[in-house]
């Protein structure tokens, strides 16, 4: 079992499922299901949410699953998260798309996610986006009780900036075990704004989504993806391997900052890549031959 520890008694699979666009993927409960339990043979037992997911409704069709096999629950961690609010069903009446990190609500929004889930704890909640109107000492009241009612496990963030994550920490009187965050070849932003020294320094392995850039990366009419594919075509044929995605995949995981890529596609298939290339060897200089692709230009 491949798991990447993020505190004391606290791990993660190495390779977490995404359920953002479960909606997308037209599968009733009982598929999902099928889907599931074979992730979780295979060593997939994170899964990672957002309430805002599928217009708020991921989360209860994931609860719809785990009424059909009661054992599910406990062999897996569910990751979600909360602060975004968006003019839907749930706030009829929002006049705009805003950030909420007050405490009422992040408390009313854990124990929403918990009816949908239909679960009495979340593992890890996190979050979802940092915000410009942000008090600290307010979600530390909020985490603190939550962490006292048994209601959530740990606690993380997204999206976040080193000083953003460290303003947060600095309140708390637990530790911020991850933060969840884009990186893939397609998106460097966290090389290059201080995260990644950020996280080594601190021994946090963050959460890494969009790791294949929504399939971005594979299409033919992006402009940066066709920038970047041949490299990592030639990549494959270097190591012999017929998926590309086995490769990028690879090179997130090749990365000194054990980070945990968040897949996100709805098909066993390409979920396995991402499995297999946990035992994929990849060189320094393969590394690099694709970062270099990813810039756009030579080091300097
Ligand atoms: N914290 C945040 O702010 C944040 C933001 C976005 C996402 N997330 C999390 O990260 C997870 C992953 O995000 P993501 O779905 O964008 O990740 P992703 O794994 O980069 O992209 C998945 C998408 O790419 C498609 N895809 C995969 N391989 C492909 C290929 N070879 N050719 C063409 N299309 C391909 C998939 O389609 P198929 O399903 O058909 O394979 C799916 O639509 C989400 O589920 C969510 O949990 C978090």
Same mark, same amino acid.
């Given at each position: $079992? ?20 479960? $909606? ?10 099928? $889907? ?29 699953? %785990? ?66 109107? %942000? ?55 966290? %090389? ?75 098909? $066993? ?32």
């Amino acid at each position: $079992m491949n798991k990447i520890q993020l505190a004391p008694n606290f791990s993660l699979s190495r390779i977490v499922h995404g359920q953002m666009r479960m $909606m997308e993927w037209n599968m009733n409960p009982q598929q999902l299901l099928s $889907m599931m339990q074979e992730l979780v043979e295979l060593g997939v037992t994170t899964f990672d949410h957002a309430d805002i997911y599928g217009g708020y409704h991921c989360e209860s069709l994931l609860g719809e699953v %785990f009424k059909l096999d009661k054992s599910l629950r406990n062999k897996v961690e569910i990751v979600t998260k909360c602060g975004i609010k968006v003019v839907s069903d749930r706030y009829p009446g929002l006049k705009v798309k805003h950030y909420d990190y007050s405490k009422a609500h992040i408390l009313k929004s854990v124990d929403l996610s918990l009816e949908g889930f239909g679960t009495d704890h979340i593992d890890l909640l996190l979050l979802h986006r940092p915000a410009p109107f %942000f008090d600290p000492a307010e979600v530390a009241e909020a985490f603190t009780q939550l962490k006292r009612q048994g209601k959530v496990l740990q606690f993380g963030v997204s999206n976040f900036g080193a000083a953003q994550f460290e303003m947060l920490q600095h309140y708390l009187d637990m530790p911020l075990v991850t933060n969840q965050v884009e990186i893939s070849p397609y998106c460097l932003e966290h %090389f290059e704004n201080g995260n990644m020294e950020f996280f080594i320094k601190n021994s946090i392995h963050p959460m890494a989504w969009s790791p294949v850039a929504g399939g971005r990366l594979m299409s033919p009419w992006d402009a940066k993806g066709p920038r970047i594919m041949p490299v990592i075509r030639q990549v494959a044929e270097e190591l012999g391997v017929d998926e590309v995605e086995k490769v990028i995949y690879a090179w997130l995981l090749k990365h000194s900052s054990r980070m945990l890529p968040v897949v996100g596609s709805g098909k $066993m298939d390409r979920i396995k890549n991402a499995l297999a290339a946990i035992d994929l060897e990849m060189s320094l200089e393969q590394w690099y031959m694709i970062y270099v692709a990813a810039l756009g230009k030579e080091l300097p």
